[in-house]
C-alpha cells in the first residue's frame, strides 16, 4: 500500500517491460518513502508473466538502469545478481530435486 500523496503525478514510463521496476525504484528514491514488513502475504507472485525469455528481461532490466543512471558499479551489482538468481532458480535449483 502506498500513500496517495507519496504518488503524485507518477506514472509508469513507456516500457515493455520492467515498468514495475522502474516505477518502484523512482518511487523509492522519494524523500518521504517509508516501508515495513507485515506478516502475512497479500499477494502472490505469477511465474507466468509476459515474456519468460530471461534475456529480454535482462535488456529490459538494463535499460531501467540506464534511464535512472545507477551508477556503473550498482548497475553492475544489479545485473550481476539478476544472472545469478536466473541461473539458479532455472538450472540449478532443478538440478538439486
Known sequence: MVARTLLNDLRFKNLRFAQDIDYWYV???CKQFR????GGC???YSTGGSTKNKWVQLQY?????RINALPWVQHLRVLSS?????????YIKRLLK
Open 27 to 29: 518511487l523509492a528514491c
Open 35 to 38: 516501508y515495513a514488513a507485515v
Open 42 to 44: 497479500f499477494v502472490e
Open 61 to 65: 532490466l538494463h535499460k531501467v538502469l
Open 82 to 90: 539478476y544472472v545469478l538468481a536466473g541461473l539458479y532458480n532455472h
